[in-house]
Nanobody, 126 residues
Framework: QVQLVESGGGLVQAGGSLRLSCAASGRSFSSYTLAWFRQALGKEREFVAAITWSPSSTVYGDSVKGRFTISRDNARNTVYLQMNSLKPEDTAVYYC???????????????????WGQGTQVTVSS
């Protein structure tokens, strides 16, 4: 069992930056694919970014490409999401997710991960 806890959300002005963190406990997640999703009020959960393991690679949603960066620190069991040039449309609850099943690589953009955090609110004011 893996428990995920997000932090780092808050209120920021458009053009600003935030860094989200997601700490995992329960077991080492070095062999997990880790991802960030977000869900705005009244909308479906949207893929933001993912980072696989062995080989490590990153995938980004089109709406955040070039502005957001996902990274992981396996020694700290933590995944990060650096968000720059934030826009009001980035406002949402951000969730981290983890999955170690081999087929995650073909469904990396879908919200079908095994483990989810409770989410952290990000609000971008115009």
């Amino acid at each position: 069992q893996v428990q995920l806890v997000e932090s780092g959300g808050g209120l920021v002005q458009a053009g600003g930056s935030l860094r989200l963190s997601c700490a995992a406990s329960g077991r080492s997640f070095s062999s997990y694919t880790l991802a960030w999703f977000r869900q705005a009020l009244g909308k479906e959960r949207e893929f933001v970014a993912a980072i696989t393991w062995s080989p490590s690679s990153t995938v980004y949603g089109d709406s955040v490409k070039g502005r957001f960066t996902i990274s992981r620190d396996n020694a700290r069991n933590t995944v990060y999401l650096q968000m720059n040039s934030l826009k009001p449309e980035d406002t949402a609850v951000y969730y981290c997710a983890a999955d170690r099943r081999l087929d995650i690589r073909v469904r990396v953009r879908t919200p079908t991960y095994d483990y989810w955090g409770q989410g952290t609110q990000v609000t971008v004011s115009s």
